[in-house]
């Protein structure tokens, strides 16, 4: 069987789940089939590691060490798949190819335009990856709105692709927006209509139209739009809003979402929703509540912290035990009030960040957690910071810091990792992706993984400094994971306390609704039995 694809786009606005409609359509596929997904991003940043977190959501980091849009978060989450960072293909990365291919005189003679030739790149970039993972389908989905200009060449691109492939093996779904405007009270069409139209006028006609929307589309709003946009009434599916995003495969199982893909691309791969289903209703319907402090800078854009609060959502499954979030920002809060920060917080988690602000409130926070024995989390900026808040308060070395925040301080407990001393580049050059550690025997982080050895995924540029280790350990905060040579502090934990533990790593990002991240469900069982 050829390999098949399905090209995912949207319209009408921003922000309406493409992600993750791509990746629900995955997932009720994904029993039978080998799947790969791609995203297009027409920014010509070559990947989003440059970006604020405030610009672009949480930037998700790959065991290859690719820096990814967030979206690949959804994907591995809902696909089970592990991908790779040639799969996120921007236009800074589709700019650099063709440039290296004109210097090397690949176009000689040729004037070099956008049409065919940064089309082609995308396109034989979309076959090479067909080509080396030998998928059944491969899901492309085309970031932005259909009409903006940073989408266009990929757009023609994937009006092309039918050519290459065949109309039978490629499938076009738009995802739209179905206003209730107030007063009104009724699903609107028309800016699906515009949507389908704007989408048309580039030669792509969709196959299966997706309306976001409040409520179950009608069938009176899906024979409107099926009549106005030239697609079978069955072909509109209801986006529906939800309160978490796992029910959307279930959603678009509902609304007849397989079938319709079988008919058009003759796959077939029966969904199979039961433990989904299950894990879902665990988290609907909890018996405990735990109320846990996250201590961040960019506590006002949750997605920020997306793969923390699907780490959370998937203990939440395990546990039968909500995990509320209360946002503590750190931000000024140098004189933070205790009684404050503390009220009705079961546990506490310092997540990853960059940079000075906000730091000595999260070290405050941390010193509360050790102090109170209340349970602690820290994620990479986290074990720096508790190893600081360790070096401070209980080693004695005052003024201790991270170099990254002040760079003459007496004690560098936490300093620049030997081999980032050089570099110059800011875009792809810190410690990423996925590093093994060994784990001490007889530490709670052992125990929670249940293995010696360990491989979690990293983005950081600084270490706990080797100089100091010693006198840290002699204090009594125990490295319970360190790198194979036993040079980089990879997990920490504190013993005489409940749950204090901290990594150097993302656990988070390859928690699994099937399989949560061992701390953090060590650490939700912690808030839960205090
Ligand atoms: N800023 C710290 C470093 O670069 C921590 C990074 C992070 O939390 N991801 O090492």
């Known amino acids: 069987m050829p390999t098949k694809y399905i090209i995912v786009t949207g319209g009408v606005l921003s922000g309406l789940g493409k992600g993750i409609a791509a990746a629900s359509i995955g997932h009720l596929l994904s029993s039978r089939l080998k799947i790969i997904p791609i995203k297009c991003d027409g920014y010509l940043n070559v990947d989003p590691g440059t970006m604020n977190p405030f610009e672009h959501g949480e930037v998700f980091v790959l065991e290859d060490g690719g820096e990814v849009d967030m979206d ?39 004037t070099v335009q956008y049409i065919p030739h940064v089309t082609d790149i995308i396109k034989h970039h979309i076959f090479e990856i067909s080509q080396e993972e030998q998928p059944d389908l491969v899901i492309v989905e085309i970031g932005g709105t259909v009409g903006d200009i940073e989408n266009e060449l990929f757009l023609e691109a994937m009006r092309q692709m039918k050519e290459d492939v065949g109309r039978e093996n490629i499938l076009y779904v738009h995802l739209t927006y179905v206003p209730i405007p107030y007063g009104v009270n009724e699903q609107k069409s028309k800016p699906t209509q515009q949507s389908v139209n704007l989408l048309k006028q ?68 029966p969904p199979d929703l039961r433990k989904w289903r299950q894990y879902i209703e665990n988290i609907r319907n909890p018996e405990y509540a735990v109320t846990v402090a996250m201590c961040g800078k ?58 000075v602000r906000g730091t000595e409130g999260k070290i405050e926070i941390i010193r509360m957690a ?18 600081i808040e360790f070096a401070r308060h209980v080693c004695g070395l005052e003024g201790a810091n991270s170099t990254e925040m002040d760079p003459d301080t007496p004690h560098p407990v936490i300093d620049i990792l030997p081999e980032q001393r050089t570099v110059k580049d800011k875009g792809g050059t810190m410690r990423l992706g996925a590093y093994p550690a060994v784990l001490k025997e007889e530490t709670l982080v052992r125990e ?13 540029r600084y270490e706990v400094n080797p100089d100091y280790h010693q006198r840290i350990a002699d204090n009594g905060m125990t490295f319970s994971g360190l790198s194979r040579d ?29 399989r949560p991240a061992p701390l953090f469900y060590g650490f939700v069982r912690a808030c839960l039995n205090r």
């Open 72 to 110: 690949f978060g959804h994907y591995e989450r809902f696909l089970g798949v592990n991908c790779k960072s040639k799969w996120n293909l921007t236009m800074g990365k589709v700019f650099d190819m063709v440039r290296q291919k004109e210097r090397r005189g690949d176009y000689l003679g040729k």
């Open 370 to 387: 050790r102090e109170r024995d209340i349970p602690f989390l820290g994620l990479c900026l986290g074990l720096q910071l508790a190893v």
């Open 202 to 269: 580039r030669g792509i006609f969709p196959d299966i139209i997706i309306g976001r929307c409040s409520e179950f589309l009608t069938r009176e709003i899906k024979s409107k739009i099926a009549s106005f946009c030239d697609v079978h009434p069955n072909a509109v599916i209801t986006g529906l809003d939800v309160e978490d995003i796992y029910e959307i495969p279930l959603i678009f199982e509902q609304e007849g979402l397989p079938e319709i893909i079988h008919k058009k691309l003759h796959i077939y791969s």
């Open 448 to 460: 929670l993984y249940g293995a010696a050895e360990v491989s979690e995924r990293h983005r950081h």
């Open 298 to 355: 960019y506590t006002k854009l949750e997605d920020s912290y997306a793969s923390i609060i699907e780490a959370f959502n998937h203990c939440s499954a395990h546990l039968r035990c909500k995990v509320n979030l209360k946002w503590v920002e750190t931000t000024g809060l140098e004189n933070l009030d205790e009684s404050d920060v503390l009220e009705g917080v079961d546990g506490i988690v310092v997540p990853g960040g960059f940079g």
């Open 486 to 514: 036993g040079r980089l502090v990879e997990f920490i934990e504190l013993p005489q306390l409940r749950f204090f533990a901290a990594t150097q790593a993302h656990p988070e990002l390859t928690s699994r609704m099937e």
